[in-house]
């Protein structure tokens, strides 16, 4: 039961109609099968490595909890409409 891409793109198209992947990433997928590569993980794809992990930022975020996002957020009438802005100051205080 060898199908192209094409037509294994139509099945999966049929099957799962607007959320199936484009014709391209089935290409990519065949390409990867054909190379007998079968791990479906996610992989790293380069990008910029990690400054820290996340167990260093949270021992930071433990010792000064000034360093929270929502203890900095000042709201101006350029990221924020008028409106909208106490509301959210409101909730940010909430938080804390």
Known sequence: ?????IEAHRMLS???GEVAINERTCSE???HFKNSDFDVEDRHN???KKVFEDAELEALLDQD???KRHDKVILQHDNARPHVAKVVKTYLETLK
């Open 65 to 67: 909890s000034c360093q």
């Open 14 to 16: 049929n099957t799962y």
């Open 46 to 48: 380069g990008g910029r």
């Open 1 to 5: 039961m060898k199908k192209s891409v």
């Open 29 to 31: 997928w065949f390409q």
